[in-house]
T-cell receptor, first 115, second 114 residues
Framework: DADVTQTPRNRITKTGKRIMLECSQT?????MYWYRQDPGLGLRLIYY???????NKGEISDGYSVSRQAQAKFSLSLESAIPNQTALYFC??????????????FGEGSRLTVL | AQSVTQLDSHVSVSEGTPVLLRCNYS??????LFWYVQHPNKGLQLLLK??????LVKGINGFEAEFKKSETSFHLTKPSAHMSDAAEYFC????????????FGPGTRLSVLP
């Protein structure tokens, strides 16, 4: 089983709908991240969380919200989806005790299409 | 401010020939640099990292990269391409090793021809 699991893997929705993407991890890491990938733009950080009570905005947080329900769970919500939120979304974790490694551990991605 | 340029959006090589994926960065700090690989329908995986130790860094699957401060480059190489190397490769710069400070390049898609 994957250490970082994202659901759903694929979702097609309509403009104005509320969407939630979920991420759960079994790595025991405190730090979790949500990224968005667009072709030719690489990955951009939406939100990150260092623990259940610590949530921070990233580079492109407008139009998104997050919830850290537990150490192992970090959800991303689009309150009212719009077509330019069509993208591939990744959840990632990192281990604060191994920060010098600089390694992120990624889920397999959630592809969202907003019509 | 930091930024990353990956000079080729797509590189195509024949199996058994060398691979060169180019990365140039801009940073006002002494940066940490990373290469990540994304295989189709998979998440990203760390290939290798430079964090101010040796300038020639060896990673997994035979890849290596050389940090050249004078050229602000961190090019990824492999002597002999394998079909399984076909993937998207991302160069990443950071002023430290914290994930929230990573700046990803746009990616280079590597195709390996039989």
């Amino acid at each position: 089983d994957a250490d970082v699991t994202q659901t759903p893997r694929n979702r097609i929705t309509k403009t104005g709908k509320r969407i939630m993407l979920e991420c759960s991890q079994t790595k025991g890491h405190d730090r979790m991240y949500w990224y968005r990938q667009d072709p030719g733009l690489g990955l951009r950080l939406i939100y990150y969380s260092f623990d259940v009570k610590d949530i921070n905005k990233g580079e492109i947080s407008d139009g998104y919200s997050v919830s850290r329900q537990a150490q192992a769970k970090f959800s991303l919500s689009l309150e009212s989806a719009i077509p330019n939120q069509t993208a591939l979304y990744f959840c990632a974790t990192s281990d604060p005790d191994r920060v010098l490694d600089g390694e992120l551990f990624f889920g397999e991605g959630s592809r969202l299409t907003v019509l | 401010a930091q930024s990353v340029t990956q000079l080729d959006s797509h590189v195509s090589v024949s199996e058994g020939t060398p691979v060169l994926l180019r990365c140039n960065y801009s940073s006002s700090y002494s940066p940490s640099l990373f290469w990540y690989v994304q295989h189709p329908n998979k998440g990203l995986q760390l290939l290798l990292k430079y964090t101010s130790a040796a300038t020639l860094v060896k990673g997994i699957n035979g890849f290596e990269a050389e940090f050249k401060k004078s050229e602000t480059s961190f090019h990824l190489t492999k002597p002999s391409a394998h079909m399984s190397d076909a993937a998207e490769y991302f160069c990443v710069v950071s002023r430290d090793n914290y994930g929230q400070n990573f700046v990803f390049g746009p990616g280079t898609r590597l195709s390996v021809l039989p």
